[in-house]
């Protein structure tokens, strides 16, 4: 099987892995890019894992406001080095996270994040909802239900909302994709969301 460097660059652009990895992977995945795709994330979820442990103490702090000016974010970033912290693809993502959190309005940056007293009331609402489905299945959909909560109001879990640039994916998945282009950790520390009138 013939694997262009075309096809290797668009992997590479897909993912952010390595281009050696990605050529690896759809030569191991005989051109097939979907199964290369999930290959490369596979092996960037291992590797970030490892990165995962390692501290944090550089990074950026980017800002949003909307052209209204009734709408504001702030974000903090963090990565490992200085010369992460400044690298154009570094900077960009934490400004395009600005822009998302203003649009997106998410609660907190992951699971933990949300208050338990939220999940408590969507767990009731859901229970009341499915309160006529069998005992059996039951706590399997008010789950479904609270996921696919969590799925709107957590950070890392929500799709970009520039859906063009970023192919629907996730934020964890483009932060774990810079994690794997930089060789870093990379850590979403906080962000604060100002809307006039809230």
């Known amino acids: 099987m013939s694997i262009s460097?075309?096809?290797?660059?668009?992997l590479r652009e897909r993912t952010g892995a390595g281009m050696m990895d990605c050529k690896k992977a759809?030569?191991?995945a005989d051109g097939d890019v979907e199964a290369a795709v999930e290959a490369?994330?596979?092996?960037?979820?291992?590797?970030?894992?490892?990165?995962?442990?390692?501290?944090?103490?550089?990074?950026?702090?980017?800002?949003?406001?909307?052209?209204?000016?009734?709408?504001?974010?702030?974000?903090e970033v963090d990565c490992e080095t200085d010369f992460v912290a400044r690298n154009d693809d570094f900077v960009a993502?934490?400004?395009?996270?600005?822009?998302?959190?203003?649009?997106?309005?998410?609660?907190?940056?992951?699971?933990e994040g949300v208050p338990a007293e939220e999940v408590e009331k969507e767990r009731r609402i859901a229970e009341e909802q499915f309160a006529d489905k069998p005992e059996?299945?039951?706590?399997?959909?008010?789950?479904?239900?609270?996921?696919?909560w969590l799925k709107e109001v957590v950070l890392l879990r929500q799709a970009h909302v520039?859906?063009?640039?970023?192919?629907?994916?996730?934020?964890?998945?483009?932060?774990?994709?810079?994690?794997s282009r930089t060789g870093e950790n990379i850590?979403?520390?906080r962000f604060q969301r100002f809307a006039v009138g809230d």
């Open 5 to 10: 460097a075309q096809d290797v660059k668009a």
């Open 26 to 28: 759809l030569v191991e």
């Open 40 to 75: 490369l994330r596979i092996k960037g979820i291992a590797k970030a894992e490892k990165r995962g442990e390692r501290g944090t103490s550089e990074g950026t702090v980017q800002s949003y406001i909307h052209a209204n000016g009734k709408i504001g974010v702030l974000v």
């Open 93 to 111: 993502f934490a400004k395009d996270l600005a822009l998302h959190i203003a649009a997106a309005a998410p609660l907190s940056v992951d699971d």
């Open 136 to 148: 059996n299945i039951r706590p399997r959909i008010v789950q479904g239900k609270i996921d696919s």
């Open 162 to 179: 520039n859906a063009d640039k970023y192919e629907g994916r996730s934020i964890e998945e483009i932060r774990a994709a810079l994690a």
């Open 187 to 189: 850590v979403i520390r």
